[in-house]
T-cell receptor
Framework: GAVVSQHPSWVICKSGTSVKIECRSLDFQATTMFWYRQFPKQSLMLMATSNEGSKATYEQGVEKDKFLINHASLTLSTLTVTSAHPEDSSFYIC????????????FGPGTRLTVL | AQSVTQLGSHVSVSEGALVLLRCNYSSSVPPYLFWYVQYPNQGLQLLLKYTTGATLVKGINGFEAEFKKSETSFHLTKPSAHMSDAAEYFCAVSEGAGTALIFGKGTTLSVSS
């Protein structure tokens, strides 16, 4: 079964509003979480890497004040898209790495954001 | 910097035919290599991965890939395609355990009967 969940799975919002996306590990503790975005028919692009208890590291070109990442616990990371605009419409996917054991990353099912 | 190139954005095969999806990478360090599959409206599922050791890696659903350092390639193959294999396939590279993945643009596999 799924080991990483995302909520919501689909969100539609008005331009200018903020949207929070949650990423939860269901049966393990995740030391590191990654956030990706995927435009239609394109590949996943890494946005940021977050370690529990420390600030996220953002990839070049990703606005940290617009995409707020909080990794408050070993089972929850949130991505908040602030003042969303239509160009932010995308598929946002998180992945998590276990605190111990395998180095495999587990991907969430993704959240589809549509900004009107 | 690491990068991944997937040759062919769309591959079409007949059911029962060989599947070959190409992936070339660039990396300044020994790479970790992955193939993921994504079905419509679903998340990514790991097919197989290479970290160290045997260069021929077997994955789920009958897929396998071979790491060829001299060719900087990690092509994905399956001897006999099935209709259920139709999906989007992504090759990815990382610098090591638990580091971020760099994805290729993806290849859409279509299987006809």
């Amino acid at each position: 079964g799924a080991v990483v969940s995302q909520h919501p799975s689909w969100v539609i919002c008005k331009s200018g509003t903020s949207v929070k996306i949650e990423c939860r590990s269901l049966d393990f503790q995740a030391t590191t979480m990654f956030w990706y975005r995927q435009f239609p028919k394109q590949s996943l692009m890494l946005m940021a890497t977050s370690n529990e208890g420390s600030k996220a590291t953002y990839e070049q070109g990703v606005e940290k004040d617009k995409f707020l990442i909080n990794h408050a616990s070993l089972t929850l990371s949130t991505l908040t898209v602030t003042s969303a605009h239509p160009e932010d419409s995308s598929f946002y996917i998180c992945s998590e790495k276990r605190a111990s054991g395998s180095d495999e990353q587990f991907f969430g099912p993704g959240t589809r954001l549509t900004v009107l | 910097a690491q990068s991944v190139t997937q040759l062919g954005s769309h591959v079409s095969v007949s059911e029962g035919a060989l599947v070959l999806l190409r992936c070339n990478y660039s990396s300044s360090v020994p790479p970790y290599l992955f193939w993921y599959v994504q079905y419509p409206n679903q998340g990514l599922q790991l097919l197989l991965k290479y970290t160290t050791g045997a260069t021929l890696v077997k994955g789920i659903n009958g897929f396998e890939a071979e790491f060829k350092k001299s060719e900087t390639s990690f092509h994905l193959t399956k001897p006999s395609a099935h209709m259920s294999d139709a999906a989007e396939y992504f090759c990815a590279v990382s610098e090591g355990a638990g580091t971020a993945l760099i994805f290729g643009k993806g290849t859409t596999l279509s299987v006809s009967s």
